[in-house]
């Protein structure tokens, strides 16, 4: 399994980034698939998730209403649409999976993660 992230860079507040994840050896539809960021001198924190079982999506507070997490199985890759970004949402963002069929979207304990791309909100 590999990921790879893209998409990262510097925006304005106010903007919008999309961060894409190239995904092999894995079927994106049918394994849970997650977002996670870490802030300089901060954990890493899940932002959001699609769960394998029913395809529900999970945002956290700091994301809903302002991000979108989608999937393409024809692409291979999953996507982060981030709009309204604030300075805040700086971190460096991993796109993760995990083999196992019953992992809940919403764990930390991720098999397979990205190298993470920078996210820099500043004016």
């Known amino acids: 399994v590999q990921l790879v992230e893209s998409g990262g860079g510097v925006v304005q507040p106010g903007g919008s980034l999309t961060l894409s994840c190239a995904g092999s050896?894995?079927?994106?539809?049918?394994?849970?698939i997650a977002w996670f960021r870490q802030a300089p001198g901060k954990d890493r924190e899940l932002v959001s998730c699609?769960?394998?079982?029913?395809?529900?999506?999970y945002y956290a507070a700091s994301a809903k209403g302002r991000f979108t997490m989608s999937r393409s199985n024809v692409k291979k890759s999953m996507f982060l649409q981030m709009n309204l970004l604030k300075p805040e949402d700086t971190a460096v963002y991993y796109c993760?999976?995990?083999?196992?069929?019953?992992?809940?979207?919403?764990?930390?304990?991720?098999?397979?993660w990205g190298q993470g791309t920078q996210v820099t909100v500043s004016s």
């Open positions: 699609i769960s394998s079982a029913d395809g529900s999506i």
């Open positions: 050896g894995f079927n994106v539809d049918y394994h849970p």
């Open positions: 993760a999976t995990d083999p196992r069929m019953y992992f809940r979207c919403v764990n930390t304990t991720y098999a397979y």
